[in-house]
């Protein structure tokens, strides 16, 4: 059956464009606008590439919407502005990125003050993300042209989506190339100094968090991309900086400074964590074999995490005994108190990743201080508490597996003679 008077979408779009007076609000409420975009209709393209129209767009994602609109409809048309923005439509793109107007209209939202709008904030970032992609080059030379965009961007490091932006200047740029000049920017940009600095007990939760949690992923992605470049990678300066030992130390040093700060220990423990992670993961989570370059290259900087680490072992074990910033805790199996709490859990999971690597001046200062037998009063202690047992079994089992060190013609294995003295 053939329907009469029934318009497809691209000619009720040419029928809309075609009015003198047409809005890109009134766009905006067309169901198909996003697909017809796609689709790179010409008469639809041409109307959003218009700069009074690109420059709404733009406003849309950047500022805040009315008070006076409904709920529902608050941020119906920036969500719609920037899926236009980023729906990879060269000529918009292209627009976006070259015309100096629009870019300073984008980059004013991380020059306001803290805190900015979330959700707007994942509009912008999300906007930036596809220029990086798509128009690596072009970023990159305004990027160097404002001395100010790295610690703007840090000032908003307590918005996830601003934390967001700064993975994309790294992940998403393409090729390799165009890749280690984003990675030399930033690294001339003391970004990593900078992140560091933000995992102190003067900062906020939600930014040390987010520190912590991009530098981590920074170090996960590089050191991926270097295994499956093999030969082809070349070192990055991000990665050096965050496997230095000058950097680890700066970061232990902030994490027991007084007074001390669960999140900042907890935050600097889980990239610790990172840093010290020398398996390989495949897609389906497997333990895969390492070449003998992956194995050089991570044992450099798990090498730098630990002579950092060491000297602070002592620190580390006296976070083990003090519970006296902890409240008692209702739970279904009764009251705890104190409860183990999550700087505790922390260095019960960091302990496996230590005694994995088998460094010998490392076994014996944990055996001089009786780290692991504290951690077994804890095993019982708290009963219930199922990541503590398991981090406390992963430590045993590498104690009786790890070999023994020949120093000065001896075999030495100190955890282990420890170890067979427990009675349990």
């Given at each position: 059956?053939?329907?009469?008077?029934?318009?497809?979408?691209?000619?009720?779009?040419?029928?809309?464009?075609?009015?003198?007076?047409?809005?890109?609000?009134?766009?905006?409420?067309?169901?198909?606008?996003?697909?017809?975009?796609?689709?790179?209709?010409?008469?639809?393209?041409?109307?959003?590439?218009?700069?009074?129209?690109?420059?709404?767009?733009?406003?849309?994602?950047?500022?805040?919407?009315?008070?006076?609109?409904?709920?529902?409809?608050?941020?119906?048309?920036?969500?719609?502005?920037?899926?236009?923005?980023?729906?990879?439509?060269?000529?918009?793109?292209?627009?976006?990125?070259?015309?100096?107007?629009?870019?300073?209209?984008?980059?004013?939202?991380?020059?306001?003050e803290c805190p900015v709008n979330p959700l707007l904030a994942?509009?912008?970032?999300?906007?930036?993300?596809?220029?990086?992609?798509?128009?690596?080059?072009?970023?990159?030379?305004?990027?160097?042209?404002?001395?100010?965009?790295?610690?703007?961007?840090?000032?908003?490091?307590?918005?996830?989506?601003?934390?967001?932006?700064?993975?994309?200047?790294?992940?998403?740029?393409?090729?390799?190339?165009?890749?280690?000049?984003?990675?030399?920017?930033?690294?001339?940009?003391?970004?990593?100094?900078?992140?560091?600095?933000?995992?102190?007990?003067?900062?906020?939760?939600?930014?040390?968090?987010?520190?912590?949690?991009?530098?981590?992923?920074?170090?996960?992605?590089?050191?991926?991309?270097?295994?499956?470049?093999?030969?082809?990678?070349?070192?990055?300066?991000?990665?050096?900086?965050?496997?230095?030992?000058?950097?680890?130390?700066?970061?232990?040093?902030?994490?027991?400074?007084?007074?001390?700060?669960?999140?900042?220990?907890?935050?600097?423990?889980?990239?610790?964590?990172?840093?010290?992670?020398?398996?390989?993961?495949?897609?389906?989570?497997?333990?895969?074999?390492?070449?003998?370059?992956?194995?050089?290259?991570?044992?450099?900087?798990?090498?730098?995490?630990?002579?950092?680490?060491?000297?602070?072992?002592?620190?580390?074990?006296?976070?083990?005994?003090?519970?006296?910033?902890?409240?008692?805790?209702?739970?279904?199996?009764?009251?705890?108190?104190?409860?183990?709490?999550?700087?505790?859990?922390?260095?019960?999971?960091?302990?496996?990743?230590?005694?994995?690597?088998?460094?010998?001046?490392?076994?014996?200062?944990?055996?001089?201080?009786?780290?692991?037998?504290?951690?077994?009063?804890?095993?019982?202690?708290?009963?219930?508490?199922?990541?503590l047992h398991s981090h406390m079994e992963q430590c045993i089992?590498?104690?009786?597996?790890?070999?023994?060190?020949?120093?000065?013609?001896?075999?030495?294995?100190?955890?282990?003679?420890?170890?067979?003295?427990?009675?349990?």
């Amino acid at each position: 059956m053939i329907w009469p008077n029934v318009t497809t979408p691209t000619e009720h779009f040419t029928i809309l464009l075609n009015k003198e007076d047409v809005t890109l609000l009134e766009l905006m409420e067309e169901d198909d606008l996003l697909q017809e975009c796609k689709s790179q209709s010409r008469k639809l393209i041409e109307f959003l590439i218009r700069p009074d129209t690109m420059e709404e767009m733009v406003k849309l994602i950047t500022s805040e919407p009315s008070e006076e609109l409904p709920e529902q409809m608050k941020y119906k048309y920036a969500n719609i502005a920037c899926e236009l923005l980023t729906s990879d439509v060269s000529q918009i793109t292209e627009q976006l990125a070259t015309e100096p107007i629009l870019l300073e209209k984008l980059y004013g939202f991380i020059k306001e003050e803290c805190p900015v709008n979330p959700l707007l904030a994942s509009f912008f970032s999300k906007t930036y993300g596809l220029l990086v992609a798509r128009q690596a080059d072009v970023m990159l030379e305004y990027f160097c042209a404002k001395e100010d965009f790295v610690s703007n961007m840090l000032r908003h490091f307590g918005t996830s989506a601003v934390m967001d932006l700064l993975l994309r200047l790294v992940t998403f740029v393409e090729p390799q190339e165009a890749r280690l000049k984003y990675s030399e920017w930033l690294n001339g940009q003391k970004v990593v100094e900078q992140l560091v600095g933000l995992i102190d007990p003067t900062s906020d939760e939600e930014r040390q968090c987010n520190a912590a949690q991009a530098l981590s992923d920074i170090v996960k992605f590089i050191r991926d991309t270097m295994s499956q470049n093999q030969e082809e990678a070349e070192q990055n300066p991000l990665l050096n900086t965050i496997e230095s030992q000058q950097v680890i130390a700066t970061l232990l040093d902030q994490m027991f400074r007084e007074p001390k700060s669960d999140s900042t220990l907890v935050s600097g423990m889980n990239l610790l964590l990172t840093l010290l992670d020398f398996k390989k993961i495949g897609p389906e989570f497997q333990q895969e074999p390492m070449t003998a370059l992956d194995a050089e290259r991570l044992a450099r900087g798990v090498s730098n995490a630990l002579q950092a680490i060491t000297p602070r072992l002592k620190d580390f074990h006296q976070l083990l005994t003090d519970s006296s910033r902890l409240k008692a805790m209702a739970t279904t199996a009764g009251t705890l108190d104190p409860p183990l709490g999550a700087t505790r859990l922390q260095v019960a999971k960091l302990m496996p990743m230590l005694l994995l690597t088998n460094t010998h001046s490392l076994n014996v200062e944990l055996d001089r201080l009786g780290t692991v037998s504290l951690l077994l009063d804890l095993f019982f202690k708290y009963q219930w508490n199922n990541f503590l047992h398991s981090h406390m079994e992963q430590c045993i089992s590498f104690i009786l597996s790890n070999n023994a060190v020949e120093i000065d013609g001896k075999l030495e294995h100190p955890l282990f003679h420890s170890v067979s003295r427990w009675r349990v």
